[in-house]
């Protein structure tokens, strides 16, 4: 039976070890971490652990980090009753909350006249394509970023931001929102007052010691230079596709992107066929999006960018990891040229 070869990793990627062992380690104290006693205190001695080893990653120290169940709700918690503006290629999760009236440009990049009044993504989770972020911003959606770029909270005159564990290697159902010290935001979950009264419930102790060890291995691959070897492995597999597949659109291509994304558009042949045929081959691929219930739908960003709904409708999303190798993309790159010809066959 053939390996299989997962490339989805701007949907989920593997839990890290280092993330496992602090779960099960956090899964054996059993305190409150709102109790006062010994043992309170080692369940609330995780917390502040993970928090500092988030903070370190995002390149925060001095800001606040709020964990919440993910970057959804990190992203209600900046967003609701604000009334920002915000891009139609921001992810579901931000255009619940925002009025999307910025201008985007063919080259998936977003006009902002009012910092203050809006939110930008920092990188686009279905086309890679990245962002300035102007000084003053409102929000930004760090979750596609943290982990695979060097940057700095402190640094990017940004309000507020937030992430998502399961993107780099945590456990899924803990993400964070960071703010400048002192921000104020409506707590929207109240009661006992936890997370500094901006995020009311027990905290989920496993999750958020699962995230800080995993921030910390995740800083450590970027300083280490994973990314730039997993970058060079995508630009292996688009130098194999690209010329051989003359109706393929690189979405992004020659922009600033992730180092591990690339957004494929053939006019014509269906995402979802690709994707169940590179599934059936061995290969895990995305349509865009993973946060759509498992529905595939045409991509909204690639509307906004000016494709039509047709061609919105075919593209489809590779995102490698850190661990991928330069074998696993030539052996997709093989697989999905044979499909590509046959495509074309068809459609003479």
Known sequence: MTERVYLDHNATTFL??????????????????SSVHAEGRAARGLIERARAQVAAALGADGAEIIFTSGATEAAALALAGRGLEGAAIEHDAVRAWITPSLPVDTAGRVTIADPARATLQLAN??????????????????TQGFGKLPFAFNWLG??????????LGGPKGIGALVLRRGTDIAAQLRGG????????????????????????????????GVWQSVFEIRNILEQALDGSASKTIFVGK??????????????????ETQ???MDLAGFAISAGSACSSGKMRASGVLEAMGYSAR??????????????????????????????????????
């Open 254 to 271: 020659g922009a600033q992107r992730l180092p591990n994304t690339l957004c494929l558009l053939t006019p014509g042949w269906k995402a």
């Open 311 to 348: 061609d919105a409708a075919c593209a489809i999303r590779v995102s490698l990891g850190p661990q991928t190798r330069q074998e696993d993309v030539l052996r997709f790159a093989d697989v999905w040229l044979k499909e590509y010809r046959r495509f074309e066959r068809r459609a003479a």
């Open 125 to 142: 989770s279905e086309t890679g394509i990245l962002q300035d972020l102007p000084q003053g911003l409102a929000v930004s959606d760090l």
């Open 158 to 167: 940004v309000e507020m931001g937030f992430v998502s564990a399961h993107k």
């Open 275 to 277: 994707v169940m045929q």
């Open 193 to 224: 007052g936890q997370e500094m009264g901006r995020r009311a419930g027990t905290e989920n102790l496993i999750g958020i010691a699962g995230f800080g060890a995993a921030t910390e291995a995740a800083a450590q691959d970027l300083a280490d």
């Open 16 to 33: 890290r070890p280092e993330a496992r062992a602090a779960m099960q380690a956090a899964m054996d104290v059993q305190g409150n971490p």
